[in-house]
Each structure stands twice: as C-alpha cells, then as structure tokens.
C-alpha cells in the first residue's frame, strides 16, 4: 500500500507564500518522478510542477513559471512546491502525485502518475 500525504496548505492574502509538502510511504516503494497537480472547483484537475530524479528535470505550468519552485528529495520520496507571490487565481485544492517507474508521458500528464494524495487546500484572498 502506498500512501502519499501532503501539508501545507491555508489560507493566505494575494502576494503571500506557501510552502507544501508530499511524502510518499509504502513498503519497498520508491518514486522516479513526483508532481502537484491542482483543482478548482467547477473546473478540471491541472498540472502545476513536476519533478524527476533522473536527471534532475523539472517542469511548471506556464502560470506558475517564476513564481512557484518545486524540489524533493529521491531518497526519502518527498517532494515540495515553494508558492510565491500567489494571486486568487491560485486557490484551489492541490494534489502530490508520484510515479514509481518511468511512463512514456511527460510529467505534466496526470495519466503519467500512479499515486494519488488526498489534496490539501490553498485558499488567496484579494
């Protein structure tokens, strides 16, 4: 059974930052690539940034790009997401993702991703 669980997420005025983080636990587990994804309601699930451990590669959204950083640590499956300068259009629920194995799909596809967190809530006020 794997088990991704995420923290840090708020609420927070428009500027402000947040930082989350995702671990992901399972017996004899080990993640290749990690990702945040995020959903607002009445719209469909996003990618926001993803990360894989070979070859350090990262990819964000082109909305998030300069102001969001995500990093991790392959050893421990644990993955972040630095949220910068955040605006309103940011609140939604954001969701870590991992991948166990490496999937011909790029890291901002969602199908590309096994396992799933529960979400946790980022909330900007104006």
């Known amino acids: 059974q794997v088990h991704l669980v995420e923290s840090g997420g708020g609420l927070v005025q428009a500027g402000g930052s947040l930082r989350l983080s995702c671990a992901a636990s399972g017996r004899a587990f080990s993640t290749y690539s990690m990702g945040w994804f995020r959903q607002a309601p009445g719209k469909e699930r996003e990618f926001v940034a993803g990360i894989s451990w070979s070859g350090g590669v990262r990819n964000y959204a082109d909305s998030v790009k300069g102001r969001f950083t995500i990093s991790g640590d392959n050893a421990k499956n644990t993955v972040d997401l630095e949220m910068n300068n955040l605006k309103p259009e940011d609140t939604a629920a954001y969701y870590c993702?991992?991948?166990?194995?490496?999937?011909?799909?790029?890291?901002?596809?969602?199908?590309?991703?096994?396992?799933w967190g529960q979400g946790t809530q980022v909330t900007v006020s104006s």
């Open positions: 993702a991992a991948r166990s194995a490496p999937r011909n799909l790029g890291l901002e596809y969602a199908d590309g991703y096994e396992y």
